[in-house]
């Protein structure tokens, strides 16, 4: 099995709150991973750390075997859904996509066009992104993280605050990212979602990312 993603022995904290202790973890080329955590545990932490929007304070990640924070600062082929990602709020969904397709310059429009209705989003809708749902924002974020046929997709929450239709919507694309063979990351608070998507999930828990398992689980769902 080719490794994607490799932490060796990684810590991170924020002042005197640790986040993650001597932290060691592999991901394999074509898993699909879920981590689940409290609120505050350092899920997005994690996904920022494996996209170099922050450094580690010690320990390594290594990306395709390059090293972040040496060998790239960002990781190649990558697609990410983060937090709430910056648009440009008067411009409609095609046009925020259009310009951030334009810094690697490897898409044109019909591949937006045909991401973009994939995720369930219509090119040709030109309302502005400030009057987009929830939903509607969570599409295109996701539409961004996979336009440039990114072989790592990390996507944080890619179910938060949806109703039923536009998740299920959701499921769908990530099946297919799944069913493409790229190497999927996500965090969800929805365990049953992860159940469906996911061949491992772990579980970040007292600074440390472990396997979710019964017991583990029966603790988490306690909190």
Known sequence: METVIELSKVSKKFGDKVIYDQVSLKIQKGETVGFVGSNGSGKSVLFQLLTGLLPADSGQIRINGDLLGKDRDFP???GALINHPGYIDFASGFKNLQLLAAIKNTIGDEEIRKTMA?????????TPVKK???GMKQKLGIAQAIMENQQLIILDEPFNALDYQTNREIMEVLQ???QEGKTLLLTSHQQDYLDKLCDTIYCIHEHKILPFTKDLQDQYFRQ
């Open 76 to 78: 190649d082929q990558t």
């Open 118 to 126: 994939m995720v369930g989003l219509d090119d040709r809708d030109r």
């Open 132 to 134: 987009y749902s929830m």
């Open 176 to 178: 297919t990212i799944r």
